[in-house]
């Protein structure tokens, strides 16, 4: 079965320490792996891609195949960090449905 | 930078009544979406549309819910007779061969 998984609901940290969001997947294919992020229950934005490998807003992740991850990693929190943060799998390349983990909430405290 | 437009930003509607959800996609993108997130839980996929039809849909897409694409522009999601959990953000989507994924800004339902 297709899934991914974010263990953590939230990770609170301060601001200027290093950030790993987990995420976890289950897909018997070549997956398609993407970040998005949510500010205040507002629009989900796409942080980033895996095949781009690029970084944005410092953050990166990078496809492990053989742990099944694409954690998310920034080395220094920012206060404006502070969102939700989904972890998502496309079924079929780029324009198949999305598959969502549960989120993570990223605390950033000053 | 192109936007996914949802309107409206919020409705109320009570018990058994119809509701459409209007998504604007960005104007050249060829794959469109609709998903759904209740309250605290995760965002779920509904739907799919290409080429005018269904490519995909979940289980939770039933017979009480329906998609069209009337005009070219315009892509939209009905609910003949909505339930109390039917009451979720409900998010469009679209998106290129390519591209990434662009999601509207969401439409929040609240079914009393």
């Known amino acids: 079965a297709q899934r991914v998984t974010q263990p953590e609901k939230l990770l609170s940290v301060f601001k200027g320490a290093p950030v790993e969001l987990k995420c976890n997947y289950s897909?018997?294919?070549?997956?398609?792996l993407f970040w998005y992020v949510q500010y205040s229950r507002q629009r989900l934005q796409l942080l980033l891609r895996?095949?781009s490998r690029e970084s944005i807003k410092g953050f990166t992740a990078d496809l492990n195949k053989g742990e099944t991850s694409f954690h998310l990693k920034k080395p220094f929190a920012q206060e404006e960090d502070s969102a939700m943060y989904y972890c998502?799998?496309?079924?079929?390349?780029?324009?198949?449905?999305?598959?969502f983990g549960q989120g993570t909430t990223l605390q950033v405290k000053p | 930078e192109p936007e996914v437009t949802q309107t409206p930003s919020h409705q109320v509607t009570q018990m058994g009544q119809e509701v459409i959800l209007r998504c604007v996609p960005i104007?050249?993108?060829?794959?469109f979406y609709w998903y759904r997130q209740i309250l605290g839980q995760k965002v779920e996929f509904l739907v799919s549309?290409?080429?005018?039809?269904?490519?995909?849909k979940s289980e939770i897409f039933d017979d009480q819910f329906s998609v069209e694409r009337p005009d070219g522009s315009n892509f939209t999601l009905k609910i003949r007779s909505t339930k109390l959990e039917d009451s979720a953000m409900y998010f469009c989507?679209?998106?290129?061969?390519?591209?990434?994924?662009?999601f509207g800004s969401g439409t929040r339902l609240t079914v009393v």
């Open positions: 989507a679209s998106t290129v061969q390519g591209g990434g994924y662009t």
């Open positions: 897909y018997s294919g070549s997956p398609e």
């Open positions: 895996h095949i």
């Open positions: 998502a799998l496309s079924s079929s390349g780029n324009t198949g449905k999305l598959i």
């Open positions: 104007s050249n993108h060829l794959y």
């Open positions: 549309f290409y080429n005018n039809e269904i490519s995909e």
